[in-house]
């Protein structure tokens, strides 16, 4: 399996700040066909299940506001909230795409500080 | 607007098998596009895949839960049901049912969820 570790595992970040959350893949998770990263993340609230927020590691999904941002390549991957909101506060999942079984980061905790 | 909704017991006894269903409105699960599939969480841990199913009825499991795990669809009634066998206390967690446009993901549209519990 390949495994996806998140870092740090929680953040504080004061309102209006940039917030940068880390994921690594244990092996290139780069998708030859298209030349795309099989990377996806996740935001998730208490109570709720996960929200799609990017996939193929940049693309931003529909309706998604433009402070978050996916980045990276190969085994390194980021996301940025470029100016922090109260509602952002949440856990914060990477996911790859790329083999079966697809695995989760272990999850970022983010908060206001 | 596409919805998922799981359903089934949310108490079950170690040993048993465990049978949730998860039913789509709004959305054919007969599409050609998508995945239907359950994602699971132990409480205040992470996320575990369990397995997909296309509308053919060709399934996609974890290999972790493969000897345990049955995933099958009614396209009928728009639904598709997950049976997991022999279950024990490191069962019990939200089970998530979704959907994806590839076999691994990601996924697009998810179930609120629903807790089972495994207990004696």
């Known amino acids: 399996d390949i495994v996806m570790t998140q870092s740090p595992d929680s953040l504080a970040v004061s309102l209006g700040e940039r917030a940068t959350i880390s994921c690594k893949s244990s092996?290139?998770?780069?998708?030859?066909?298209?030349?795309?990263?099989?990377l996806a993340w996740y935001q998730q609230k208490p109570g709720q299940p996960p929200k799609l927020l990017v996939s193929?590691?940049?693309t931003r999904e529909s309706g998604v506001p433009d402070r978050f941002s996916g980045g990276g390549s190969g085994t390194d991957f980021t996301l940025t909230i470029s100016s922090l909101q109260a509602e952002d506060v949440a856990l914060y999942y990477c996911q790859q795409f790329y083999s079966t079984p697809p695995t989760f980061g272990q999850g970022t905790k983010l908060a206001i500080k | 607007q596409l919805q998922l909704q799981e359903s089934g017991p949310g108490l079950g006894k170690p040993s048993e098998t465990l049978s949730l269903t998860c039913t789509v409105s709004g959305g054919s699960i007969g599409s050609t596009t998508y995945y239907w599939g359950w994602i699971r969480q132990p409480p205040g841990k992470g996320l575990e895949w369990i397995g997909n199913?296309?509308?053919?009825?060709?399934?996609y499991y974890n290999p972790s839960l493969k000897s345990r795990v049955t995933i099958s669809v009614d396209t009928s009634k728009n639904q598709f049901t997950l049976k997991l066998s022999t279950v024990t206390a490191a069962d019990t967690a939200v089970y998530y049912c979704a959907r994806s446009g590839n076999v691994r993901g990601p996924f697009d549209y998810w179930g609120q969820g629903t807790l089972v519990t495994v207990s004696s």
């Open positions: 092996q290139s998770i780069l998708y030859s066909s298209n030349n795309k990263n099989s």
């Open positions: 199913i296309y509308y053919s009825g060709n399934t």
């Open positions: 193929w590691a940049s």
